[in-house]
């Protein structure tokens, strides 16, 4: 295998794009890409799309895009895995590459979720749960969310005021951003008001849906080396899943997926959590980014939720640090490629207003239904 590195990099706004398509979207990002690499062609596509035929009627999107985008005739189709599916489409080029059979990679992720509304939207994002016993009897993404969060208040004795500091980071990061959805600011003591998603999960809790594409260029680390300016290295990929179904697992409030996956990519690129300059992670709901720091053993069980005065952008472990999925928005199927976009801004030290002093090593999850996939990549400035 041989080491990979990221060349080029862009990203769409991040709202509601009524006037383009999921097609124009990603050719968008593509474009950007080749022009921040500056190549005029890629041998591969690997795109993440979660719910383009749900939510679209649109699949083939891989092959859709690539022609849209005068790529030629290129290797490209798509990859599914649920919110995960840009983490899953960014470990498919990082082994394409590594394996010596693709020398230039393009990773897109491309979601267009307002092509559907209200009751049509839920319904199309409810196939990534468990249609024999989840969805059927009514279960939603949110509403899973909120009976681990239910039952984390209840074990551990906390405060729905506790998780506050997680959406007042994102939101503080995401007003610097300007491709970001929302950029308003969450005050101390908004948070536990909002009106309810589905108890205790809240508007200010829970990510926005989204539209929006981001797009990376992977090629080989030692090409990259003798011609870009500023290579940003994949050190480590890992990849875990758990049950589909939450009721199925042993322990709710324990994401084994987070850990492993976690575990494998810090494994691989031989780093420890106190190396980490800064995370990425998939804060669709607040609970998951509790539950996510406490499985990698970034605090102890029933204690995520402490850490929210070491995660601001001049803290201990910033996260979020364009506004998250919580503030940016949430691209679903994009969404691990928009982390993968802000890490490499980070480490180039190219994020203006969002940048954390010294970025050297980022941790970027990217998270399939309630932590059924858990895709997770370290990168590193040379």
């Given at each position: 295998m041989r080491p990979v590195a990221i060349i080029g990099v862009g990203m769409t706004p991040v709202g509601e794009h009524w006037d383009k398509s999921v097609r124009m979207l990603g050719a968008e990002a593509v474009q950007l890409a080749l022009e921040d690499a500056r190549l005029e062609g890629v041998d591969a596509l690997y795109l993440g799309?979660?719910?383009?035929?749900t939510f679209s009627s649109q699949s083939h999107l891989g092959a859709l895009?690539?022609?849209?985008?005068?790529?030629?005739?290129?290797?490209?189709?798509?990859?599914?895995?649920?919110?995960?599916?840009?983490g899953a489409a960014l470990r498919t080029g990082y082994l394409a590459v590594a394996s010596g059979e693709?020398?230039?990679?393009?990773?897109?992720?491309?979601?267009?979720?307002?092509?559907?509304?209200?009751?049509?939207?839920?319904?199309?994002r409810n196939v990534s749960l468990d249609a024999d016993f989840e969805s059927i009897h009514g279960a939603t993404l949110p509403a899973l969310a909120a009976m681990l969060m239910r039952r984390y208040m209840y074990e551990y004795g906390v405060e729905l005021a506790g998780f506050e500091g997680f959406s007042i980071n994102a939101?503080?990061?995401?007003?610097?951003?300007?491709?970001?959805m929302y950029r308003n600011i969450i005050k101390a003591g908004a948070f536990a008001k909002a009106p309810f998603v589905s108890d205790p999960v809240n508007l200010f809790d829970g990510a926005p849906d989204a539209d929006g594409a981001a797009a990376v260029i992977l090629a080989p680390l030692e090409w990259a080396l003798d011609r870009v300016s500023?290579?940003?290295?994949?050190?480590g990929s890992g990849v875990a899943t758990d049950t589909l179904a939450v009721h199925d697992r042993k322990d709710p409030l324990y994401l084994k997926s987070v850990a492993l996956s976690a575990q494998k990519a810090l494994s691989q690129a031989g780093r420890n959590l106190d190396e980490l300059s800064l995370l990425e992670l998939h804060d669709a709901y607040t609970i998951l980014t509790a539950l996510s720091l406490e499985a990698m053993g970034f605090a102890e069980r029933g204690a995520g939720w402490r850490m929210t005065d070491k995660i601001g952008l001049t803290g201990d472990l910033p996260i979020s640090t364009f506004g998250g999925l919580k503030s940016r928005g949430n691209p679903t199927g994009a969404t691990g490629v928009y982390q993968a976009v802000e890490a490499v801004l980070q480490l180039r030290g190219t994020a203006n207003e969002n940048q954390v002093n010294s970025a050297k090593v980022a941790l970027i999850q990217n998270l399939g239904g309630?932590?059924?996939?858990?895709?997770?990549?370290?990168?590193?400035?040379?």
């Amino acid at each position: 295998m041989r080491p990979v590195a990221i060349i080029g990099v862009g990203m769409t706004p991040v709202g509601e794009h009524w006037d383009k398509s999921v097609r124009m979207l990603g050719a968008e990002a593509v474009q950007l890409a080749l022009e921040d690499a500056r190549l005029e062609g890629v041998d591969a596509l690997y795109l993440g799309n979660s719910y383009g035929a749900t939510f679209s009627s649109q699949s083939h999107l891989g092959a859709l895009v690539a022609d849209y985008a005068g790529l030629g005739n290129i290797e490209a189709y798509a990859i599914e895995a649920g919110d995960a599916s840009g983490g899953a489409a960014l470990r498919t080029g990082y082994l394409a590459v590594a394996s010596g059979e693709v020398n230039f990679a393009m990773v897109v992720g491309a979601e267009k979720s307002s092509d559907a509304i209200g009751s049509s939207r839920v319904e199309g994002r409810n196939v990534s749960l468990d249609a024999d016993f989840e969805s059927i009897h009514g279960a939603t993404l949110p509403a899973l969310a909120a009976m681990l969060m239910r039952r984390y208040m209840y074990e551990y004795g906390v405060e729905l005021a506790g998780f506050e500091g997680f959406s007042i980071n994102a939101h503080a990061n995401g007003k610097r951003n300007p491709l970001a959805m929302y950029r308003n600011i969450i005050k101390a003591g908004a948070f536990a008001k909002a009106p309810f998603v589905s108890d205790p999960v809240n508007l200010f809790d829970g990510a926005p849906d989204a539209d929006g594409a981001a797009a990376v260029i992977l090629a080989p680390l030692e090409w990259a080396l003798d011609r870009v300016s500023q290579p940003i290295k994949i050190a480590g990929s890992g990849v875990a899943t758990d049950t589909l179904a939450v009721h199925d697992r042993k322990d709710p409030l324990y994401l084994k997926s987070v850990a492993l996956s976690a575990q494998k990519a810090l494994s691989q690129a031989g780093r420890n959590l106190d190396e980490l300059s800064l995370l990425e992670l998939h804060d669709a709901y607040t609970i998951l980014t509790a539950l996510s720091l406490e499985a990698m053993g970034f605090a102890e069980r029933g204690a995520g939720w402490r850490m929210t005065d070491k995660i601001g952008l001049t803290g201990d472990l910033p996260i979020s640090t364009f506004g998250g999925l919580k503030s940016r928005g949430n691209p679903t199927g994009a969404t691990g490629v928009y982390q993968a976009v802000e890490a490499v801004l980070q480490l180039r030290g190219t994020a203006n207003e969002n940048q954390v002093n010294s970025a050297k090593v980022a941790l970027i999850q990217n998270l399939g239904g309630l932590a059924t996939t858990a895709v997770t990549h370290i990168l590193e400035a040379l």
